[in-house]
């Protein structure tokens, strides 16, 4: 936990089922990744993408890449109370991501136009921007869930 006066993630999302892919303890895959919610909306972070996700040797695989942007744009929304799931997912990569290399990141609400709301994530490293995401995100309804035969171990997860 953090010690800082930031709302850690973990926190906000306490408890967070642990088999998420991304961030969940019981995943072989688990992201080392730290988000902090420094105001009313938006988080920032740290993130460190290591050899169990690599694509070319030594470098990061743009998919991993591609699934932690998606983790952060969903944690900008949970946090928030929103029920969503990603309709759309883009991600320029201006830079080679190494593995082993701590990258920031930030994220935020660009725009929400009805039930679309499009969040915009930015990973750096000591050297500058290294990816860009934009994610458009769909509110849904609990049915969404519940018509999939999945119940609160779903729908209890939103707005921790
Ligand atoms: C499961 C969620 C995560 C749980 C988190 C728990 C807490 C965890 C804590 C920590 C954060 C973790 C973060 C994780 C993040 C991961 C998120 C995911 O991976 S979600 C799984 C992958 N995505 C899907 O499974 C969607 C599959 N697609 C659908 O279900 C539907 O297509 C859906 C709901 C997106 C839309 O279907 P309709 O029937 O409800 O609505 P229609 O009318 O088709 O679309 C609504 C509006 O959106 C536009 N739209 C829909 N899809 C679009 C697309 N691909 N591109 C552009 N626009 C699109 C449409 O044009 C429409 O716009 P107009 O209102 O007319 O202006």
Known sequence: MS???ETTIAGALT???DRCFVCGPCSPA???LDLRCPGEEGI???VVLDARHQGVPGIAHGGAIAAVVDEIAGSVLT???VRFVTASLTT????PVMTGERLTCS???ESTVGRKRTVVVELAGAAGRVVTGRALCVDVPEEHFTRLGLGSE???LFGR
Do not use: F
């Not at 320029?92 to 830079?95: I, L, V």
């Open 3 to 5: 010690t800082s006066p």
């Open 15 to 17: 408890p967070h089922h």
């Open 30 to 32: 688990q992201v080392e």
């Open 44 to 46: 920032v972070g740290d």
């Open 79 to 81: 946090r928030l109370g």
């Open 92 to 95: 320029t990569y201006h830079a």
């Open 107 to 109: 994220a935020w609400i």
């Open 154 to 156: 779903v729908t209890d």
